[in-house]
């Protein structure tokens, strides 16, 4: 049993969770990171708004006309409705009107994890194993809520960091339901 924590802030923890969810789920790998990043941004920015960080944007209607037309969809992930699009190379999830490219993602999260980012995706990867994809899909959240990093409450734990016990991750997997 791994033993191995890992001082991280929450949200490159939400991105890989939300990112191993969805390929659990049946998206591919650079479907799932763009996934797993907007999970973690709608999270970080409701966040934001309830802390008083972020004020609501309000988009005029004129420039909402002015969007580009294309197929976009919304698809659950960790509990959260996440606005996507259908490109030439998949599934991608879309931040700013814009798709989310997978190689930024991958780099933000060798950056965020360093050496440690194998060993969390493996643990992360067995608890998701350990569900039923349907399961995960309706449990995804309250598992990441029970292993995420403990941070201060407020305004001073946004962007602290906290320990992430692999550990507990791996005795998650084993307990399930």
């Known amino acids: 049993m791994t033993s191995k924590i890992v001082s991280i802030n929450r949200a490159p923890v939400l991105t890989l969770w939300a990112a191993v969810v ?13 996934l797993g990043r907007a999970v973690a941004g709608l ?32 698809i659950e992930v960790c509990g959260r409705a996440v606005p996507a699009t259908n490109t030439d190379d998949g599934i991608r999830a879309v931040q700013k009107g ?31 194993k350990a569900y039923k994809p349907q399961q995960l899909g ?7 809520e029970r292993f995420r990093p403990e941070i201060p409450a407020g305004k001073k734990g946004w962007g602290a960091k906290g320990n992430l016990d692999l550990g507990l ?9």
Do not use: C, W
């Open 43 to 74: 999270n970080a920015y409701s966040k934001g708004r309830r802390l008083g960080l972020f004020k609501p944007h309000e988009e005029k209607v004129k420039k909402a006309r002015e969007r580009e037309p294309g197929e976009r969809l919304l």
């Open 138 to 144: 309706h449990d995804a959240f309250s598992l990441y």
């Open 169 to 177: 991750i791996e005795r998650l997997a084993k307990e399930k339901p």
């Open 22 to 34: 969805a390929q659990r789920l049946g998206f591919a790998e650079d479907e799932a990171l763009t």
């Open 98 to 128: 814009r798709p989310i490219d997978p190689d930024n993602v991958r780099h933000y999260l060798e950056n965020k994890f360093g050496d440690d980012l194998k060993a969390v995706r493996s643990v992360m990867q067995k608890l998701a």
